[in-house]
Every structure is written in C-alpha cells, then in structure tokens.
C-alpha cells in the first residue's frame, strides 16, 4: 500500500484492510512530521537567538561610546580644572614676585637716599693710604673738599 492510498483512505474516512501497514505509515508520518517541527522550532530558537545577540553586540557598542563620551567628558573637566589652578599658581607667583620686586626697589631708593644725604653732609673725599714699617706707621691722609 503506498501513501497515496492512505491519503486518500484517510480523506474519505475508510480504513484500508490492512490495518499493521496503515499503523506503520501514520507512526513514519508522525515521526516526519515531529522532525520538520523539531527542525523548524531549532530554526526559530536559532534566529530569535542570532537577533539577541545582534542587540547585545548593538548595545554593547553603544555602552562603549557612551562610557568613552563620559571619560572625555571627565578628562575635558579635569584639564580645565588644572589650567584654572595652573593660571592661579601663576597670577600668585607673579604677585610675589612683583612684590619682592617692589620692596627690593624702595629698599634701593632709601639706601640712595640715605647715601646721597651722606654725601652731602661730608661734602669731600677722604683718601688715605697707610703703611706699617717695623717700629713706626706712616699715614698719608689727604682731605679733598669740593
């Protein structure tokens, strides 16, 4: 009996006489069709599987950017922090540094005062030069007044 026969035997609701063979060819048509749905159900599992991934990978990829848009973002903060407290330690040293600058000067300006007020008040150069021979000094002083 061939399946043609069992088709058309089922369709029409007779059962062919020989009832082993008819069992026989339903259990083959049973077992073909639980591997086509087995087949088909792996296949289903596989694509839904393959598309997860794809979203996984997509946003995996996405994280990445988005920590690597962070960590720029970070860096860009910290190194305008650092040219702040760098323009800072600058504006400070120069503020020192004038002022050491300026205190110098009016240190020079009161010595020159002080000195040119000297100089005034003794109006002349004294010089002199002296010599020691072995009992007695000679002493040369000479006292210019201008």
């Excluded at 650092?82 to 323009?87: Q, S, T």
Aim: net charge positive; aromatic share 8%.
């Amino acid at each position: 009996m061939d399946t043609q026969n069992v088709s058309e035997a089922h369709t029409e609701g007779i059962c062919p006489e020989d009832n082993e063979q008819c069992l026989k060819l339903e259990k083959a048509a049973i077992q073909i069709q639980s591997w086509w749905r087995g087949n088909m159900v792996r296949r289903t599992l596989l694509h839904a599987a393959l598309r997860a991934w794809v979203i996984q990978c997509w946003w995996r990829s996405m994280q990445a950017k988005m920590l690597e848009q962070r960590r720029r973002l970070a860096l860009r903060l910290y190194t305008c922090q650092e040219w702040a407290v760098v323009k800072v330690q600058a504006q400070v040293r120069m503020w020192q540094a004038r002022r050491w600058f300026l205190q110098a000067r009016q240190a020079a300006c009161i010595i020159q005062s002080h000195w040119r007020w000297h100089a005034s008040q003794t109006r002349g150069l004294i010089r002199g030069r002296y010599e020691v021979r072995a009992s007695r000094i000679e002493l040369d002083i000479e006292i210019l007044m201008t």
